[in-house]
């Protein structure tokens, strides 16, 4: 999957930012190693939390792009790219969602309580169909999102889904690194 003629690739991390053995940081590094164009939303200095300021991100990334990227968000990053896709009016490719947080139902111990998602700009959760080609990844037993829940959003944003099986929240807690898959939807988006 070498990089000319395709369209760049940004990645949209979660709440956690840039991991270095994330599956998201591997892909990127494989993809630009390819020769891709291949972005990353920084993580935020200030105001973490801030749903507003992570969709900022996200604009400023896409802005400096020529031509619409296909993104790839995990976890919240998911729900950024939901909150930015109401309000750009930039286009994309195509998205690949992996394993979306149910912020509208109360998470494990250590995760932001429903009113701290609130207070800061994340629910209620949009549900309204994307304006481009989407493919929702959905883990069997993610702690963050029961499958149903998330097969509901998929829904509502027009988007395909894609069954991982049991891989908890995709992440290197769940003892993800290195997701092939990944590869694959992505070569999925580009072929449109």
């Known amino acids: 999957m070498s990089g000319p003629g395709l369209p760049p ?22 993809l630009a190693a390819a020769g891709r164009d291949v972005r990353t939303v920084p993580p935020l200095t200030s105001d973490q939390l801030d749903c507003e300021a992570r969709v900022s991100a996200l604009e400023q990334v896409v802005a400096q792009i020529p031509g619409p990227p296909v993104l790839v968000a995990h ?25 979306p947080p149910d912020f509208d139902t109360p998470m494990p111990e250590g995760y932001p309580t429903p009113e701290v998602l609130r207070q800061n700009g994340w629910t209620p959760t949009p549900r309204y169909a994307l304006p481009f080609p989407s493919i929702v990844a959905v883990s069997d037993d993610d702690p963050l999102a029961h499958p149903k829940r998330v097969a509901e959003l998929a829904e509502a944003w027009g988007c395909s889904v894609v069954g991982l099986g049991p891989v908890g929240h995709l992440n290197p807690a769940s003892g993800y690194g290195l997701w092939p898959q990944a590869e694959e939807l992505v070569r999925a988006l580009d072929l449109g």
Do not use: K, Y
């Open 75 to 99: 976890s919240a990053g998911v729900m950024i790219t939901v909150h930015w896709a109401l309000r750009t009016r930039r286009l994309v490719h195509g998205a690949l969602l992996a394993t």
């Open 9 to 30: 690739v940004v990645i949209v991390p979660g709440l956690r930012d840039h991991v270095a053995d994330h599956w998201q940081t591997i892909l990127a590094e494989r």
